[in-house]
């Protein structure tokens, strides 16, 4: 029920700001205070939920109770975790915070970040489609989240870093990358958007990306033993095939999202470099879906390009001439997206309770 009356209000007042000033600096405010409104409101869900609620958080609270009587240096350098999300442990313990307290930081930080790419990316494109950019990435992040948390927090770090490299910032994008990288080691595959991102030569994009996928497709078994070698991921890639999305309305998304990505990267007279390298970033991310029936959660490597798959979308959207269609585009959009999340959201996993350290 939380999460239909939650999707309920962004809807609501995703319209109402639709339908709100003409001007671009109006419009800027009445997006961030949109945005701000949104996220507030995810941070209090997912920062106050039950240790129960997405399967992951039980194990972090576990890990926050094995961590949070270590000194720094042994978060940093000898605990069997990643140093950012360490520290983050290391600091509200000292400060006297419980899980329930680093909880509601970590999702706080998740949800600013959030917040931030919705904003930019929708600045960014043409047009004024801020509720179709939330909703998606909504949709896609957020109950993820409630189970991930950790690695959807460097998911974003990486995105936003992104878009300030795009913007020359390159200072702040290179904290942005050591954030998620101290938060996720997975992060360093995520260095590839950079890679693609930088190429301008197509032919060389094409190469980079085939040869990429067909290395990591015909080599995974090598990796996921090398992982279990190492001690890394154990309880996901030794549980079997990953059951992640295996809803048919799932499997269609993917045909339409990899279709639209063709459409955009075969068409360079209509699409701009940007678009077409975000395009790729849809197919990167539907190709992981695809083979994770061959190993367990190997979608999650896939997160990395999830973020940009709104752009392919408004993209495609935009190019569409006529008015009616294109309205019509952009509500079914939004009517599948909505249906989408609340089918997921009816999985036994996200029934939610408030935590009981309240």
Not at 127 to 145: D, K, N, P
């Amino acid at each position: 029920m939380i999460y239909i009356l939650y999707l309920f209000i962004i809807l609501i007042l995703g319209f109402l700001l639709q339908l709100s000033s003409n001007r671009n600096e109006e419009r800027r405010v009445n997006a961030t205070i949109y945005i701000g409104i949104v996220y507030f409101i995810g941070w209090l869900i997912m920062g106050f939920r039950g240790e129960h609620v997405g399967k992951d958080t039980i194990s972090y609270l576990e890990m926050y109770n094995q961590f949070k009587t270590l000194d720094f240096q042994s978060l940093i350098y000898k605990a069997d975790i990643e140093p950012g999300w360490g520290i983050l442990v290391g600091i509200n313990h000292f400060f006297g915070g419980n899980f329930l307290t680093f909880q509601l930081i970590l999702s706080g930080i998740l949800c600013v970040l959030a917040g931030n790419f919705t904003i930019k990316v929708s600045f960014i494109q043409p047009g004024y489609h801020i509720l179709t950019i939330t909703i998606i990435t909504f949709f896609y992040l957020y109950l993820i989240s409630l189970n991930i948390s950790r690695q959807i927090t460097a998911v974003l770090f990486l995105a936003n870093g992104l878009l300030y490299y795009n913007e020359k910032k390159y200072l702040k994008t290179l904290l942005y990358i050591l954030c998620g990288i101290s938060f996720h080691y997975s992060s360093l595959l995520g260095l590839s958007l950079f890679i693609l991102w930088k190429f301008k030569n197509w032919k060389y994009i094409y190469i980079t990306s085939l040869f990429g996928l067909v290395i990591i497709f015909f080599g995974i078994k090598i990796l996921t033993n090398f992982f279990l070698s190492a001690g890394l991921y154990v309880n996901y890639l030794s549980s079997g095939a990953s059951t992640f999305q295996e809803a048919g309305l799932a499997r269609i998304m993917w045909i339409v999202i990899a279709f639209f990505s063709i459409i955009i990267i075969m068409n360079p007279k209509s699409f701009n470099n940007s678009i077409r390298i975000t395009a790729l970033y849809a197919i990167i991310y539907v190709f992981f879906n695809v083979i994770s029936s061959e190993v367990s959660y190997i979608e999650r490597l896939g997160l990395y390009f999830l973020p940009f798959v709104c752009i392919p979308f408004i993209a495609i959207g935009n190019y569409i001439k006529c008015q009616y269609l294109r309205i019509g585009y952009f509500s079914g959009l939004l009517g599948l997206y909505s249906l989408w999340f609340l089918l997921s959201a009816r999985s036994d996993q996200y029934v939610y309770q408030i935590s009981s350290l309240l």
